[in-house]
């Protein structure tokens, strides 16, 4: 036993002094003590966070395998808390916060915790703004590792330096790249040089000022591919492009046979027409229907296609069951057109069924665990609320309208929009 525990605490040490050599522990004065050029991958964490502490092992890997690569990137690590100046300098909001720092510009990442997600944004982030592919060799071994693949072709001019400061704000979120034209296939048919090109979907669009607008807004909106399997973080993220989703949700695992036909009727329409869809709409199947029933605020059943409008949190249900392309298509056109009843939103009303239903499933495994601790988390604000409205109706003269019939509450507001927050 004796020697058990010594074993326990001399690896517990080894791992400490392993981890620690790979992750710094920063302070308040570290903006002040670290050298200018160095680039710096930070995890903000508060001591009682769960999903901090879940990604100390994953922080440590990314430590010592970033170490190992030879990479310029430090990794390190802030107790918010503590240390809050530097957590007001990053403008951390919320726990665990996942952040860069190189030339003195901070980069935000917003993607799933996976150890994969997190090395790519660090090696994204400490490379070039815009990574020149000299060779056909470099383009294809680009090609065959990027979904979507946004490629400035031809010499300097002033759309490379709108490209460039394109990639300043979006390189969080995506690869750029520039090439001479004859690095590019020969059967990639350029009207004009220079251009900028997306690949994606076994095809290449190119951008056009007069079409498409501004550079950014486009290249925000077409950095996902047409059909693809989308997570939460990937949903989420889709939000900012301003396009629906539409969604086949399937089972977790164990994919069904009508799921499968589902997401292989979705995938058809998809590929099929793009042309019609892809400016207002992007196509994926959602594994698992978690996320999905947190947002509708209710039970779905797998499979079913569901349009999401992230601009505000609005959804829409085929009307009846979906058999064929042909129905798939027409409760497509219904939503473009208003025809399909849409659910949801950001109303007023929306916001207060959406308070009970967080505050309901928040509370509930309270419940079934501590029943009487649930009891006085619910009783103990709903008295001081009670009282408090008891002292505001005694202290003033009940609001009458004109017809004479007391007003309880003030109308409903308007919708409102939530703004997303956004960091640099
Ligand atoms: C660069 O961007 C500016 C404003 O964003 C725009 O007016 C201009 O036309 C762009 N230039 C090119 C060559 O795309
Ligand atoms: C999605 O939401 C935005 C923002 O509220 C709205 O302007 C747009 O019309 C909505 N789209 C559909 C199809 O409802």
């Not at 920063?26 to 050029?37: A, I, N, P, V």
């Not at 009682?48 to 092992?57: G, S």
């Not at 329409?269 to 196509?283: L, T």
């Not at 109303?347 to 665990?369: E, I, K, W």
Request: with cysteine.
């Amino acid at each position: 036993m004796m020697a058990d525990r010594r074993t326990t605490v001399l690896l517990s040490v080894l791992l400490f002094a392993s981890a620690a050599a790979f992750v710094e522990e920063l302070d308040d004065s570290f903006m002040e003590t670290k050298g200018d050029d160095e680039i710096w991958l930070i995890k903000f964490y508060a001591p009682w966070c769960t999903f901090c502490k879940q990604l100390d092992p994953v922080w440590h890997q990314i430590g010592s395998e970033l170490r190992s690569l030879g990479s310029p990137v430090h990794i390190g690590k802030s107790d918010a808390t503590a240390n809050t100046g530097l957590a007001k300098e990053f403008r951390v909001r919320t726990y665990p916060a996942i952040l860069m720092l190189k030339k003195n510009i901070k980069y935000n990442y917003s993607g799933a915790r996976t150890k994969e997600g997190i090395m790519d944004f660090a090696n994204r982030i400490a490379g070039p703004l815009v990574r020149s592919l000299s060779s056909v060799q470099l383009f294809h071994h680009a090609m065959s590792r990027h979904d979507v693949m946004f490629v400035y072709v031809g010499a300097t001019s002033p759309l490379k330096g709108n490209y460039t400061s394109v990639a300043e704000q979006l390189i969080v979120h995506t690869y750029f790249f520039s090439a001479s034209r004859d690095v590019l296939p020969k059967a990639v048919s350029l009207s004009t040089l220079p251009a900028v090109v997306v690949f994606k979907d076994g095809t290449y669009f190119t951008y056009s000022e007069e079409r498409d607008g501004d550079l950014k807004l486009w290249i925000n909106r077409e950095r996902f591919p047409n059909f693809s399997q989308i997570d939460s973080y990937t949903l989420y993220a889709m939000g900012e492009t301003g396009k629906l989703v539409l969604l086949a949700l399937v089972e977790e695992k164990h994919l069904c046979e009508e799921s499968l036909r589902y997401k292989s009727l979705l995938e058809n329409v998809a590929a099929e027409h793009r042309e019609s869809y892809s400016r207002d709409m992007y196509f994926g199947f959602m594994a698992g229907s978690d996320y999905i029933s947190g947002l509708v605020m209710g039970e779905i059943i797998v499979p079913t296609f569901i349009v999401v409008n992230l601009s505000n949190d609005g959804y829409f249900l085929p009307p009846g069951t979906v058999q064929t392309e042909h129905n798939l298509l027409d409760f497509l056109d219904g939503v473009l057109n208003g025809s399909v009843q849409g659910h949801g939103g950001n109303g007023a009303l929306q916001r207060v069924r959406r308070l009970v239903y967080d505050t309901r499933v928040t509370l509930a495994p309270v419940f079934s665990q501590a029943p009487l601790l649930g009891c006085f988390l619910v009783a103990f604000p709903l008295t001081i609320g009670a009282c408090f409205c008891y002292l505001c109706f005694k202290a003033r003269p009940t609001v009458v309208d004109e017809d004479g019939t007391p007003l309880l509450a003030p109308p409903l507001g308007g919708h409102k929009k939530t703004s997303k927050k956004k960091s640099d």
